[in-house]
């Protein structure tokens, strides 16, 4: 509904620059069918536009994720208003139908007034005579009018002027300008443009109809008698119309000049600039293609969540925090449109009862990331949302390949994890063990992912340049390029280990590290 919405206020505003063009630029001017293309043209574009869109890339330093280990519980009330936004679509929705109707039953109307009288085929044009007290009007090739009303050289000079609009198939401009209004009766400018296009067609049928008649002059007189009011057919081309003063003007006006249609030229650059002002979409594209993560000791076990995360993400980090001794409900989840949460309230209780807290945040466009983090050993609960900057907390996005990996770590007493969630896939679980005695403030490893073509999408996983960790893929030593070789979709766990514990178990080969990564 948003894109809708969004979709709709460019259109409105073509149409008005268009519209405000046309005011300034060619209402004078005499070339009617050049003019009558251009409004025709202006609702096109205002339709196309809005679907085109221009990417501008930018460079940005990767967003970080902080954990805390300390208990904070934070439940701030939800706010409870009145959803405007659904009631203006309410109404936007029930104004568009009401006008949607009262169209059909133009159409109706002049279907009926067609079908009841008797009509004639003359060179392809159907002329259908009424007695009914109505102003002559065409409607695609059937041209309607009261003979009655008319002297034969009356007649003749309306009947030109209605074989002009049957000929040149104004009723698709009439129709198309009748749809505009439906859907942006919002705008006045709509009916403003409705109303410069059935002016501009009444120009066109004049000029082809004056130049058939015998005298100008006589036609000119027709049109000042008819100034009675008479009934119209709205979505019928009718003879007459209030527009009397502005016709007999154009018809007396000199010809305008066809070298000064380079006017039209000018709509060029206000096309432009509204395309660049208003349809410009900016990707952020990290600065570097890798992201290091700097680990130390690790017993945080934590998951985030954000705006973007579906209802099954919520369950998955409720099912994983259930395996740990912990229960975490998310209720009066409130999504938009686009369907992200703009409200959401948590709440997290430790089997042992020792350790609870709950969390609430209501943003209208969006919630900011939160993250549930539960120290076991310390019956340290925490939600809240991450702010701030912290040495052991990163996010990595990796652009254009729709996925987003969130890095989250902790320092604390005892070693143990460093968890990868991927947007759009399985969570994947990174285990990092270190000897305690160890310097890890240079120990970094490096996460990064790569496209392969169009087929799969690569994550490279190394130590500093001067290691050479020992890589092993489901019990089997393989190579780096074999490790680089791997779609990361295909990865299920990650297990970095180091220093004399890694030794121990793997021997020499482990001086520089153990990558120990299992497939799904």
Avoid at 10 to 25: D, P, R, V
Avoid at 338 to 357: D, E, F, V, Y
Wanted: aromatic content about 10%; hydrophobic content about 40%.
């Amino acid at each position: 509904m948003e894109i809708f919405i969004t979709h709709l206020w460019k259109s409105a505003f073509i149409i008005t620059i268009f519209y405000g063009f046309y005011k300034l630029f060619l209402q004078k001017e005499t070339y009617f069918q050049s003019i009558r293309y251009f409004l025709l043209l202006g609702i096109l574009l205002s339709i196309t536009i809005p679907f085109i869109t221009i990417l501008k890339h930018v460079e940005v330093t990767p967003i970080e994720v902080i954990t805390s280990n300390n208990l904070n519980v934070i439940t701030p009330a939800l706010e409870s208003s009145i959803n405007w936004y659904l009631i203006g679509i309410s109404i936007y929705v029930v104004i568009c139908a009401i006008l949607f109707i009262k169209f059909i039953f133009q159409l109706i109307s002049i279907a009926l007034l067609i079908y009841r009288n008797n009509h004639k085929k003359v060179n392809g044009l159907f002329l259908v005579e009424t007695t009914s007290i109505t102003s002559p009007f065409s409607f695609f090739n059937f041209i309607v009018y009261n003979p009655a009303h008319f002297q034969e050289e009356e007649l003749k000079q309306v009947l030109a002027h209605e074989k002009a609009h049957a000929i040149q198939l104004h009723s698709i401009d009439n129709l198309i300008a009748n749809i505009l209004v439906i859907i942006c009766w919002f705008n006045p400018f709509a009916w403003l443009y409705q109303s410069s296009i059935m002016q501009n067609l009444e120009f066109i049928a004049d000029d082809h109809a004056q130049k058939a008649t015998k005298s100008q002059h006589s036609y000119q007189q027709l049109l000042l008698k008819t100034t009675i009011p008479n009934y119209q057919m709205a979505l019928a081309n009718n003879f007459y119309n209030s527009l009397l003063k502005k016709r007999i003007i154009m018809l007396h006006k000199q010809r305008s000049n066809t070298k000064t249609q380079w006017k039209f030229i000018a709509m060029l650059p206000l096309l432009l600039t509204f395309v660049f002002t208003f349809n410009t979409k900016t990707i952020a594209q990290q600065k570097n293609s890798t992201t290091k993560i700097v680990t130390k000791n690790v017993n945080v076990f934590a998951m985030a969540l954000d705006k973007e995360s579906s209802d099954s993400d919520l369950k998955e980090i409720s099912s994983t925090f259930l395996k740990k001794g912990l229960t975490v409900d998310f209720s009066e989840i409130v999504r938009n449109s686009t369907n992200n949460i703009t409200a959401i309230n948590i709440s997290a209780k430790a089997k042992n009862g020792k350790a609870a807290a709950s969390y609430a945040s209501n943003l209208d466009d969006g919630i900011n990331p939160i993250q549930i983090s539960f120290d076991e050993k310390n019956n340290n609960l925490n939600i809240g949302a991450t702010q701030g900057r912290h040495h052991s907390s990163y996010t990595y996005s990796t652009q254009g390949s729709g996925n987003r990996f969130v890095f989250l770590s902790d320092d604390h007493d005892d070693n143990k994890s460093v968890y990868i969630t991927k947007k759009g896939s399985k969570r994947i679980v990174v285990e990092s063990h270190f000897d305690e005695n160890d310097d890890h403030e240079e120990d970094i490893i490096k996460i990064t992912t790569k496209k392969d073509g169009e087929k799969k999408k690569t994550m490279i996983i190394s130590s500093n340049d001067d290691k050479d960790p020992l890589i092993i893929l489901d019990g089997k030593e393989i190579t780096k390029k074999e490790m680089e070789a791997l779609d990361s979709d295909a990865i299920k766990s990650i297990d970095v280990s180091k220093g004399a514990k890694a030794i121990k178990k793997y021997g020499k080969k482990a001086k520089d590290g153990v990558i120990v990564i299992t497939s799904k």
